[in-house]
C-alpha cells in the first residue's frame, strides 16, 4: 500500500515584478520631486573686525547733514595712484575714516541705503572692503550703481 504524502507538491510559484517596478519608479520619482540640487550658500569669513581696529577705540565722527538729508549714502569709489572715497563732497583718503562715517550713521537709521558708485578702474579689493565695512555697521540696504547707458 502507498503512503500518501502529508505534504503536497507546490505549484511553482512566480514573482510579479510590476508591482514592485511601480513601486520603486513611485520612489524615484517623489525623491526627484522633494530633493533640492541647490548648493547651499555659505558666508565666507572676513576678518574685517581685526583688519581696521576696535570700533571702541575710534574717536566720534561728525556726520556730515547732507547725508541725513537725502536719506542715502552715496560712496564715490575712485583710483588714482591708491584708492579714496567721496562721500557728499568731502574726501576720505583713509579706509578708516569711511569706517567709523558708517558707523556713526549707524547709530541713526540701519535702514538708509547705503549706495557704491565705482569708477570703472577701480581694483576690486577696494570695492570688498568697503561692502565689508558697510555690512560690519549692519546696514540693510547696500547698493550698487550703475552707469547710465549711453
Known sequence: MKRKSLYRQEESME???????????????FFICTSTFQQLEELLPTPVAHAFGNAESMEPVEI???????????????????????????????LEEIRALLLAVAENSTEMPVILNIDENVPLENVLDVYDLAREARFVRIQFAVPKET
Open 15 to 29: 514573482l510579479q515584478m510590476t508591482p514592485m517596478i511601480d513601486v520603486i519608479f513611485q520612489l524615484l520619482i
Open 64 to 94: 556730515p547733514p547732507e547725508i541725513l538729508d537725502l536719506g542715502e549714502i552715496v560712496i564715490l569709489i575712485h583710483y588714482d595712484g591708491g584708492p579714496y572715497w567721496d562721500v557728499s563732497g568731502t574726501r576720505y583718503r583713509k
